[in-house]
Structures are given as structure tokens and as C-alpha cells.
């Protein structure tokens, strides 16, 4: 049995647009540097020939420990406490921040200098101090994910601990699309800021003097700066708005093991697919876009024997990371299996817009405002599908989880075959942004019911292993899809001009109008398989039942009980 104490009553929507802060940042920070990573490479005065794999890491480590860190600290939530371990992953966040906030180009002060003097008593040589300024960033953005990825799933059981079943769909869908919409965003935001201080610099310096400061004007450094204020204010804010809450904790164990074979599955997965989820406003093809290394398929097949393991443990242990025997209830399955389509969905849709737009652009010198207006058009899709969240809950409440994610199913499908239809070289602006805002309400609308129909299928005490795989499943989702869009896209497009020249193909310089023409096929053929995908997703959509107003019900009329030992106190 629970026990409670009579505490003051606490705003749950205070502590949603709270938790829902830290959520932005961090996920705006996964794809922030892509926009400035060649600006980060000169100003360490770094060949970028040979540090461009190095320098990748910048975002692929990020990318790596956001993943992991969100597959475990759910369930370390269910253990510690949602208030413990929000307090904790934003701490790291913070720290992980400061480290690259602080870093010297130089790689002799600070942490880089530390660490430059560490190396250099170890190999005896002294290393290169751009490369030793390098690895403290990839080091500060790995600490930094590890505190971001986490954030989500516990902000997400946080608010199924203070929302009772039957409200819930809405602020779970309103946390899912906060993430998205950050890591879209970031690139966008990371531009603007950047070119922003490097227009004013002059400015910035001259109030620096004013005030007695000898400051450089801020660079690209300034923006991990910008992350500890805010961070700052919204973990004082969270304490203060839970204050009075009790601190609710699950009795059992830590899985260590099935952390790391679950780990060491996703990161086989992300580095054998070679996929990246930072859609950059400068793709202009689908080679860009990354595509299967080399070394895939061992990577992958290591990843397979990794995620065999851990389904074998975790089938065996009292007290799992992950219960799979859950997924005998039937909501929890369907909502999961639907997310993985949703995420495929929206990387369709992610993908498109920076080509289509980039491969209109006449010359070099209108690649700059094809970036402005790639932002404007992934805006028309993310934006409304933030926004939509909101009606996801309202619908849950109203028809169900099932059919209110079929609705939203239903509305991005027909996005999609627009988009097959009308994407021909001379589509309308306009009209590519209803497009995408139509694709973008109906993947929002999915959100809520989606994360409300697994959260509520889960035990009390098993709220934040539940969090953690909605967005995972979403996440897994995104990462397959880049990688299969591209090996399809590249081997469509050989295919279409083989088919039309023959042996006799062009070289894509000296016939960039065929080239133009057949990737643009390429696109809207890819609207076409969005549209399928919608369809094929409305199978497990259809699967799932109940609704906001029967509150828990329905998880009570799945199979599958959990054991005692995992009940709360």
C-alpha cells in the first residue's frame, strides 16, 4: 500500500510548462551545432580533412548518450523519485554545458587545459591544442546529452504521477511534441544566433567596454552559456512548484545488465546505420543525408546478438529494466508498435523539405535565403504538430485513443499523397506549406492519445520505463527512417535515370535540369511511401482502446499482471 501525506494541492500545468523548459533546451541542443560545426572547426584552426570524422562526434556523441541515458533513467525515476532525478539529469545537463561553454580554442586553459596536460604527461608528446579543445567538446556535449535525454522520460512520468488517468493524454503529448520541436528547431536557432552575433560583434564589444568588461564578442559559445541561466531558473522553479509533493518510490533493483546490452544495441543500430537526425537547412541530396558505412552489417549483427540477450534476460528477471511481458497488454503494444511508424513519418516529411528547396535554388548565391525559407517550411510542419497535441488530448477524451490517432493517421496520410501528387519542379511554396502543416497537424494529433494509451496501460510503479519507451520507440522510429529513405532515394534515383538513358547515363554536372527533374520524382514518390506508411500504422492505431474517460480500465482488462515484488510501498 501507498502512503500519502495531506500536502498542498500543486498546479500539474505550473509544473508541465516548468518541466517542459529544460525538455526544449535539450533537445534543442542536439542539432544546434550543425549549423555552426564548420565555424567550430575553423575557429580551432583544424584541417577539417582530417578532423571531419572527429568532429562529427560533436553531434553523433550527443545524439549516442541522449538515446541511452532516456532507455534508463525512466526506471531509475520509478526508484530514486521523479523529483530526485529530474534535480539530477539537469544538474548534468548543466555541467555538461559548462564544459563547452568554457572551453579554449587554444586548449590550454580551463578543462581543455586540464585535460591538455593529462595527455601530455601520459604520451610524454604535447598534443595539438585545437584537438585537445575538440575532444573537451565532444566530451562537455556526451555529459550534456546524458542529462537531456533523460529529462523527457522522467518529465513524462512526473506528469503521470500528477495528472490523474483520465487527464493525461494532453500533457503527454504536449511533452512528446516540446522534444520534437526542439531538435527540429535547433539547427535554425543555432544559425540565426550565430550570424546575429557575428553581425552585432562590434556592438557587443563596445557595451562590453562601457561596463568596464575586456570581453570578445560572443561567439558560438554564448549559446551553451545561455542553457545554465535558464536551466538555473527552471530547476528553482520545479523544487519550488514540488516542494510539497511526496517523493514516491518503487522497491527493486537497478538492471545493470539489460542497461548494457539495451545500450549497447542502440548504439549498434545508430553507428551501423550511419544515421544522424539533424536535418540541416544546407541538404541539397539525399548523399548527404548519410547512408549505410562499411562496417553495417557486423556492427548490426553484433547490435542483434545484444538485443537477443537482453530480451532473454529480461524475460528472466524479477525485476527487469524494461517488463516485457507488458506488452501482452494490448494498448501498450499497439501505441508502441504506431509510435515507430509516427517517427518514420515525420523523417519523411523532415527530409523532403531541405532537398526540394535547396535543388530549387538557381545558384550558390540563393543558397542563403533557401535556408530561411527551409526553416519556414519545417516550421509549417512542426509547428501545427506541436500545436496539435493539445487537440490529441482533447480527442483521447472524447472518441478514444484508437480513434484519435487514426484521425491523426488519416490527416497526415492525405498530406502525404498530396504530396505525392502535386510535387512537380515548379510546386508552389504555398502550397508545399499546407502540405506540411497538414502532415504536421495529423502526426500532432497522434501524440497524446499514443502516450497516453502506453503510460496508462503501465503499473504505478512502472510510470517511467513506460515514458522512456514512447519516446524511444518515436526515436528508433526517426533513426530507421533516415537511414532506409536514403538507400532507397539514392537507389530509386540511379534507377530512374538508368531507365530513361541507359547505358548512356549523364554525369549529374553536365545534366544537373535531368538530375533537377528525376529528384524531384524521387520526392514526391516519397510522399507516396508516407502515405503507405500512414495506412500500415492504422493497424495497431486500430488496436488500441479506451479512452481518457474510463481512466485506467483499460489497462485492468489486459492479460498480463505484474509480479508483487514490483509494487510500491
Not at 60 to 68: H, R, S, V
Not at 196 to 216: K, M, N, T, V, Y
Not at 371 to 391: D, E, F, Q
Not at 452 to 467: E, F, Q, R, T
Request: proline fraction near 5%.
Amino acid at each position: 500500500m501507498k502512503e500519502r501525506t495531506q500536502t498542498r494541492a500543486v498546479n500539474p500545468w505550473l509544473v508541465l510548462i516548468l518541466v517542459s523548459i529544460p525538455v526544449f533546451i535539450g533537445a534543442l541542443d542536439l542539432t544546434i551545432v550543425s549549423a555552426f560545426l564548420p565555424e567550430i572547426i575553423v575557429r580551432l584552426e583544424l584541417p577539417p580533412q582530417m578532423v571531419i570524422n572527429d568532429a562529427a562526434w560533436v553531434v553523433t556523441g550527443y545524439l549516442l548518450a541522449y538515446t541511452i541515458s532516456l532507455t534508463f533513467m525512466g526506471r531509475v525515476s520509478d526508484l530514486v523519485g521523479r523529483r530526485a532525478a529530474f534535480v539530477a539529469c539537469l544538474i548534468i545537463f548543466m555541467i555538461g554545458s559548462f564544459v563547452v561553454a568554457e572551453v579554449d580554442p587554444q586548449g590550454r586553459q580551463g578543462i581543455a587545459g586540464w585535460l591538455y596536460n593529462l595527455i601530455f604527461r601520459l604520451q610524454g608528446v604535447r598534443p595539438e591544442g585545437g584537438n585537445i579543445a575538440l575532444m573537451t567538446i565532444i566530451i562537455g556535449r556526451i555529459i550534456q546529452a546524458l542529462g537531456a535525454g533523460a529529462i523527457v522520460p522522467v518529465s513524462l512520468a512526473l506528469v503521470g504521477d500528477l495528472f490523474p488517468a483520465h487527464r493525461r493524454a494532453q500533457p503527454l503529448g504536449m511533452i512528446g511534441a516540446v522534444d520534437t520541436l526542439g531538435w527540429v528547431l535547433g539547427h535554425l536557432y543555432g544559425g540565426v544566433m550565430v550570424k546575429f552575433f557575428a553581425d552585432h560583434a562590434a556592438g557587443f564589444e563596445a557595451f562590453f567596454r562601457q561596463i568596464g568588461l575586456s570581453w570578445d564578442a560572443p561567439d558560438w559559445r554564448a549559446l551553451f552559456w545561455l542553457n545554465l541561466p535558464i536551466s538555473l531558473i527552471a530547476l528553482v522553479a520545479v523544487l519550488c512548484a514540488l516542494r510539497s509533493t511526496p517523493q514516491e518510490r518503487a522497491h527493486g533493483r537497478f538492471d545493470w545488465l539489460g542497461t548494457l546490452l539495451i545500450s549497447g544495441t542502440l548504439i549498434s543500430l545508430v553507428v551501423g546505420l550511419g544515421a544522424k537526425l539533424e536535418i540541416s537547412s544546407a541538404t541539397a541530396n539525399f548523399s548527404e543525408l548519410g547512408g549505410l558505412p562499411p562496417y553495417a552489417l557486423p556492427v548490426l549483427a553484433l547490435g542483434g546478438l545484444m538485443l537477443a540477450g537482453f530480451i532473454f534476460i529480461e524475460l528472466r528477471k524479477s525485476d527487469p529494466l524494461f517488463d516485457l511481458r507488458v506488452f501482452s497488454r494490448r494498448n501498450l503494444a499497439a501505441g508502441a508498435a504506431t509510435n515507430l511508424f509516427v517517427g518514420f513519418c515525420l523523417m519523411i516529411g523532415l527530409v523532403s523539405v531541405p532537398i526540394m528547396v535547396n535543388i530549387r535554388a538557381e545558384d550558390v548565391s540563393e543558397l542563403a535565403d533557401a535556408a530561411l525559407k527551409v526553416g519556414i517550411l519545417l516550421s509549417a510542419l512542426t509547428i501545427p504538430m506541436a500545436l496539435a497535441a493539445v487537440p490529441g488530448g482533447w480527442l483521447s477524451e472524447r472518441v478514444g485513443y484508437g480513434r484519435a490517432t487514426l484521425i491523426g493517421l488519416v490527416l497526415a496520410g492525405l498530406g502525404f499523397f498530396l504530396v505525392w501528387k502535386t510535387w512537380t519542379p515548379d510546386v508552389s511554396d504555398g502550397l508545399m506549406a499546407f502540405e506540411m502543416a497538414l502532415v504536421g497537424v495529423g502526426l500532432g494529433l497522434t501524440f497524446s492519445p499514443i502516450s497516453a494509451s502506453v503510460i496508462n496501460a503501465a503499473d504505478p510503479d512502472k510510470l517511467g520505463a513506460a515514458s522512456a519507451l514512447v519516446i524511444l520507440m518515436r526515436l528508433l522510429g526517426m533513426t530507421l527512417g533516415i537511414a532506409l529513405l536514403t538507400a532507397f532515394a539514392s537507389q530509386r534515383l540511379s534507377d530512374l535515370v538508368v531507365f530513361e538513358y541507359g547505358a548512356s547515363a549523364p554525369d549529374p554536372y553536365a545534366a544537373v535540369d535531368v538530375y533537377f527533374r528525376l529528384t524531384v520524382r524521387v520526392l514526391s514518390e516519397m510522399g507516396l511511401a508516407g502515405a503507405v506508411l500512414c495506412l500500415i500504422a492504422m493497424i495497431p492505431a486500430r488496436l488500441m482502446h479506451g479512452s481518457e474517460r474510463e481512466g485506467t480500465r483499460a489497462a485492468s482488462q489486459d492479460t498480463y499482471r505484474a509480479p508483487a515484488a514490483g509494487k510500491r510501498a
